[in-house]
């Protein structure tokens, strides 16, 4: 399907979206991807899914359904609903604390001290070590070992990140990664005009 195409889906979305539900539009644009359609003729719908919590929405016309599931890893909780209630100020505050977050993770020891060995388990860094874990287990796998060793450098993090969960630190240890393997992709490109 046409770029042009899943972006007027996307208009009909959060304009469907912000009518049923009272959903900001800034945080369907955010939060939700489009996966594909599903069905034929007059049953046919394009299905969205949140990126983070893969929650699906179904658009048809410009109906929207959102596919509730219940167990062990519910959907569209009153909670995720909530979520993408936000105002803009609760958006735009909610990225300033992420940034500030992500600040404090690039330029704190413990990052600097394992930056590199996060950075080798990611294929398009330059310095990719292969035959290891993917990079998250990698990071759980650090956390895990800095845990057991009671890490001066891990206990501070942890404290100033108000998380004891080793999969909420090795996700957060993993955010300037991402930061670094962009910089590192535009600089290629530039070297490589």
């Not at 936000?86 to 600097?112: H, K, W």
């Not at 070992?145 to 080793?166: G, I, K, Q, Y």
Request: charged fraction near 25%; hydrophobic fraction near 35%; proline fraction near 4%.
């Amino acid at each position: 399907m046409s770029t042009l195409k899943i972006n007027e889906l996307f208009d009909t979305l959060r304009a469907a979206c912000a009518r049923q539900f009272g959903f900001n539009p800034r945080r369907i644009t955010a939060g939700m991807r489009y996966v594909g359609k599903e069905g034929h003729g007059n049953d046919l719908v394009h299905i969205f899914r949140d990126a983070g919590t893969h929650s699906q929405m179904a658009l048809k016309s410009t109906f929207v359904t959102l596919r509730e599931k219940h167990g062990d890893k519910p959907h569209w909780t009153e909670s995720e609903k909530a979520h993408y209630k936000n105002t803009d100020a609760e958006i735009d505050a909610e990225i300033e604390a992420m940034q500030v977050e992500l600040d404090f993770t690039r330029n704190c020891p413990l990052y600097q001290d394992h930056r590199e060995q996060l950075l080798s388990h990611y294929k398009d860094w330059p310095g990719y070590q292969a035959g290891g874990p993917n990079p998250r287990e990698a990071a759980r796998t650090l956390v895990g070992t800095l845990a057991d060793a009671h890490d001066s450098r891990l206990a501070a993090f942890a404290e100033h990140m108000r998380s004891n969960d080793p999969e909420h630190l090795a996700h957060l240890l993993l955010a300037p990664c991402h930061l670094e393997l962009e910089a590192s992709r535009v600089a290629a490109s530039v070297d490589g005009r």
